[in-house]
């Protein structure tokens, strides 16, 4: 938003050519409501889909859990948080409605504009590997979200996990239609570990499974490329209540949470990332609250306080 400001594009050229040199891009909450009604071209999400072009991703990773401690946050009852909820919803952000041509034109029923839903094999077989590798060091266990009943494009996708599920041939794989698993997710949420989903399901069923937990802004999303250069960033990228931006009430851990994910994924620094997430679980068990997650029973701090509290919880676990 501050290039926005300053130079008028969301990404100019200088600061892309930086994130294209870097190892890893780390990118903050951005997407203010003033630029709602701009081009997309000059928001700032503008920033995110082109870094994903520029940089090759192809695969989103995020990994969402219930910390005991906030569990009163959950719009879920206790019964069905019995068994707790740890997600890892992996997403394709390199096709899909998101990444056609954006058509726009005048038709018989007045002005028109449409994208289309393109998936290959390739595509498709990148994300879904990256699925099963992951659930190998999980619970072993993917479910794939499509809507294969109606759409062409959904029934090459659903093929092509099937396929590439051969080669796991310990993870049990599920199939679920995409409208289906959004009720199944609020009617048995414990029953879910890995998902595996296009972009534009992904974008939708990852938000509603981060939801559930009643704390969005705990989490980390990573997009990875072929090679080890990848984009992380809070899974909410958009802070809603804007009225607490600036004023030291921001809620960081997502960004800390995503800084974890890239000394693992870039990096290779598993260490240092498992002693991050550690630490935050420990400040959020000693019951420190920023204003967003705050709720009876909690010690309400501010970001810098946050953050300081993590850091000093990393100095004491490493
Ligand atoms: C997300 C966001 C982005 C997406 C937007 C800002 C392009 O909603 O990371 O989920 O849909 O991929
Ligand atoms: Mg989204």
Not at 33 to 41: A, I, M, R
Not at 112 to 139: D, G, M, P
Not at 228 to 239: R, S, V
Not at 286 to 311: P, S, Y
Request: hydrophobic share 35%; proline share 4%.
């Amino acid at each position: 938003s501050s290039s926005i400001e300053e130079t008028g594009e969301p990404l100019p050229k200088e600061s892309l050519k930086k994130c294209l040199q870097a190892d890893a891009v780390l990118l903050g909450n951005t997407g203010l409501e003033k630029y709602k009604n701009e081009p997309l071209t000059k928001r700032p999400e503008y920033a995110l889909l082109k870094l994903r072009k520029k940089l090759g991703v192809t695969t989103n990773l995020r990994p969402v859990r219930l910390y005991p401690a906030l569990m009163e946050l959950s719009p879920l009852n206790k019964n069905a948080l019995s068994g707790g909820l740890d997600y890892l919803f992996v997403r394709d952000i390199a096709g899909g409605v998101f990444c056609s041509a954006k058509v726009q034109g005048n038709g018989d029923g007045g002005r028109e504009a449409y994208e289309y839903e393109y998936y290959n094999e390739t595509i498709v077989r990148k994300t879904a590997y990256t699925a099963f590798k992951l659930a190998k060091s999980r619970k072993n266990k993917v479910t794939n979200l499509d809507k294969s009943n109606v759409l062409g494009s959904s029934r090459l996708w659903r093929q092509t996990v099937q396929q590439v599920s051969e080669d796991f041939p310990d993870v049990e794989l599920e199939h679920l239609y995409i409208d289906n698993a959004a009720m199944e997710l609020i009617r048995n949420p414990g029953r879910f570990d890995v998902f595996v989903t296009s972009n534009l399901f992904g974008d939708i069923i990852s938000d509603e499974g981060t939801e559930l937990t009643g704390t969005p802004y705990l989490y980390p999303s990573a997009e990875l490329s072929n090679t080890e250069q990848g984009i992380y960033t809070p899974n909410q990228l958009h802070y809603p209540d804007e009225s607490v931006i600036g004023k030291d009430m921001v809620n960081p851990i997502g960004m800390i949470a995503a800084a974890a994910q890239m000394l693992r994924l870039s990096f290779g620094l598993e260490a240092e990332a498992g002693a991050i997430e550690e630490a935050i679980r420990q400040v959020l068990a000693a019951n420190i609250a920023t204003a967003d997650i705050w709720h009876k029973g909690k010690i309400l701090v501010g970001t810098k306080e946050m953050g300081k509290r993590i850091a000093d919880e990393i100095e004491a676990v490493s």
